[in-house]
Nanobody
Framework: QVQLVESGGGSVQPGGSLRLSCAGT????????IGWFRQVPGKDREGVSC???????YYADSVRGRFTTSRDKAKNLVYLHMDNLTPEDPAVYHC????????????????WGQGTQVTVSS
């Protein structure tokens, strides 16, 4: 059974940085495309980034140049490193995957972690 667990969220000031981690249990993450999504109450879920099976990373326009997605295959982790966080970035961030998960077109993501909260406040 595919299980994902996110960690690393927290509260930072504008301009600060956080690194989110997505851990996979029971399966190797590098066998799947992994996506990062964020959810704000009352708004549609937004696809933030993904990393493909050949380790190419893609980004939404809203985060390109500030966020970086990478794999740590030895630790079976995928990271979302977020720099220069702004008041538009707070959300619950989820990682997701699926047998047919596609990157960069962000479809086929059926297995989700519980999410980690990111807050940006001065």
């Amino acid at each position: 059974q595919v299980q994902l667990v996110e960690s690393g969220g927290g509260s930072v000031q504008p301009g600060g940085s956080l690194r989110l981690s997505c851990a996979g249990t029971g399966f190797p993450l590098d066998d799947y495309a992994i996506g990062w999504f964020r959810q704000v109450p009352g708004k549609d879920r937004e696809g933030v980034s993904c990393i493909s099976l050949n380790d190419r990373s893609y980004y939404a326009d809203s985060v390109r140049g500030r966020f970086t997605t990478s794999r740590d295959k030895a630790k079976n982790l995928v990271y979302l490193h977020m720099d220069n966080l702004t008041p538009e970035d707070p959300a619950v961030y989820h990682c997701a995957t699926g047998r047919d998960a596609h990157c960069p077109h962000l479809y086929g993501y059926h297995s989700w972690g519980q999410g980690t909260q990111v807050t940006v406040s001065s």
